[in-house]
């Protein structure tokens, strides 16, 4: 059956004392153990492999068409490892860590406790409705917390199925999904969350925060924008041109972390495009009706991209549309893979995050002036970069700021669980996956314990006593240079 979005709304009213009912479920339980959160963690991968069909089915539904094995591979199966990463490690990451005592405090215990921060608020995008929306449960719940989750209006029939599948394993004090549109978010991210997580477009990313700063809520932004990847010349044209193909087809384009635009040798750009047309071709022979081939999610974003194409084009860039049966694509948003080569920086394909089937093809002459392009922009995502030579690899990952990066690959660091994902600068801020989401949705809360023997009462006012005076001159030759 298919769900209507405008009957799916959550009232601010609701909103609220959903909030306030998972704040009071936090208070009487403001330490989950171990083994309560690893309950939690069973009870969301039993359910996944429980709807697992039907969350398959949604997604394909909302997107008209979105390849299963691609929802299999980059939303159902990353969040069970995650599940399982973390299920692994909760007691390790638990436990207090013992920390250094100054001689001023001694005979003293210092450690630091990791506490939940209480209810996180998750706002979804549309483009991976699933995995951005419970990879953040999963550090959540890790770390102790409740969450209420607004899905992507965008992703109506998934949304319906997430909220069916929490609702089967979680009461709403847990875990609660809130849907509706625009203004429903717009709502939910002004709510007093203890931390609030929203992936999606720059701008909004910058409204979100205003939002939370009303009160002062913490927050993690992923925001993706213009993640490039750097060819060395040295590099096999046709293998970089294979791993990139790879990577930017997936979700026709709309990833976050998909490579936006390629720097390649100058020279190498034709042949490069060739072996791109190549590679893609043999994997996706046909388009229109090609179950691999995810389509777009709605024709508002169909005419963004077609309005990228067209810009570029009468600027003057040369358009190679990868279309190898030859098909036409009225009445469908599916789009065939288009590179581009000759563009610049006037053009609207290089001024914003692409988030489709577009790969502009830039070149340079030195591997420093390519360098120095992606260094005057806005800080990346996510940056690829492909060379053999270690050392240059290593020095070129120390000169450059992105959120994550791979070296002789595209996109594949997201699917790894024991590092740190998130963005800098425009690209976003904060981090979660595995470990760093543990920390991420708890309160490092740094704690000294003082024994019967007080070491104060031998140096406390009068300050012109002996032992103050002799320690002071000690504490100042110890930590002379």
Not at 122 to 150: E, R, Y
Not at 166 to 171: D, E, K, R
Not at 431 to 454: Q, T, W
């Amino acid at each position: 059956m298919t769900i209507q979005k405008d009957t799916c709304q959550t009232s601010t009213t609701e909103m609220s004392r959903l909030l306030e009912k998972q704040k009071e479920a936090y208070l009487t339980s403001p330490l989950p153990s171990k083994d309560e959160r690893i309950d939690k963690l069973n009870k969301l991968n039993d359910a996944l492999f429980e709807f697992k069909d039907r969350l398959i089915r949604a997604v394909s539904v909302d997107f008209s068409h979105r390849s299963e094995s691609e929802t299999l591979m980059l939303e159902i199966i990353p969040l069970l490892e995650g599940i399982a990463y973390n299920r692994k490690r909760i007691r390790k990451w638990m436990k207090p860590e013992k920390r250094h005592s100054p001689i001023t405090l001694l005979p003293a215990k210092v450690e630091v406790y990791y506490q939940p921060v209480g209810v996180v608020g998750i706002v979804v995008p549309w483009n991976f409705p699933i995995f951005l929306g419970l990879s953040p449960l999963i550090g959540a719940i890790s770390a102790g917390n409740k969450a209420m989750i607004k899905t992507s209006e965008f992703a109506p029939q998934t949304s319906a199925i997430i909220k069916q599948m929490l609702a089967s394993v979680f009461h709403e004090s847990e875990v609660t999904v809130i849907e509706g549109e625009v203004e429903v978010s717009r709502a939910f991210t002004s709510l007093p969350f203890d931390h609030l997580v929203f992936t999606g477009a720059t701008n909004v990313g910058k409204q979100v925060m205003k939002s939370a700063a009303e009160n002062l809520t913490p927050v993690t932004l992923e925001l993706g924008g213009k993640s490039p990847a750097i060819i060395h010349n040295s590099f096999p044209i046709k293998e970089a041109a294979s791993r990139l193909a790879f990577g930017k087809a997936l979700n026709a384009g709309q990833v976050c972390v998909s490579p936006d635009y390629i720097m390649c040798p100058e020279g190498q750009e034709h042949e490069l495009a060739k072996a791109f047309v190549d590679i893609f071709s043999t994997r996706y022979p046909n388009i229109r009706n090609n179950a691999d081939y995810t389509a777009i999610i709605s024709e508002r974003q169909l005419a963004r991209l077609n309005n990228i194409i067209k810009d570029a084009e009468e600027k003057g860039a040369t358009i190679i549309t990868i279309n190898p049966a030859d098909e036409t694509f009225e009445g469908t948003r599916k789009m065939p893979m288009t590179l581009m080569l000759n563009v610049n920086d006037d053009m609207l394909v290089m001024q914003e995050e692409i988030f489709g089937p577009i790969l502009p093809i830039l070149t340079y002459t030195g591997i420093k002036d390519a360098l120095n392009y992606i260094s005057a922009k806005d800080r990346p995502l996510a940056l690829y970069y492909f060379d053999w030579d270690k050392k240059r690899a290593d020095e070129v990952m120390q000169s450059t700021h992105s959120g994550g990066a791979c070296i002789n690959d595209s996109m594949t660091h997201v699917m790894v669980d024991d590092i740190p994902f998130g963005g800098i600068g425009a690209s976003g801020m904060g981090h979660y996956h595995g470990h760093e989401g543990f920390l991420n949705f708890s309160k490092a809360k740094g704690i000294v314990r003082k024994g019967r023997i007080n070491t104060i009462d031998f140096i406390a006012p009068p300050w012109n006593n002996t032992m103050f005076r002799l320690l002071s001159k000690f504490q100042l030759w110890r930590l002379k240079r």
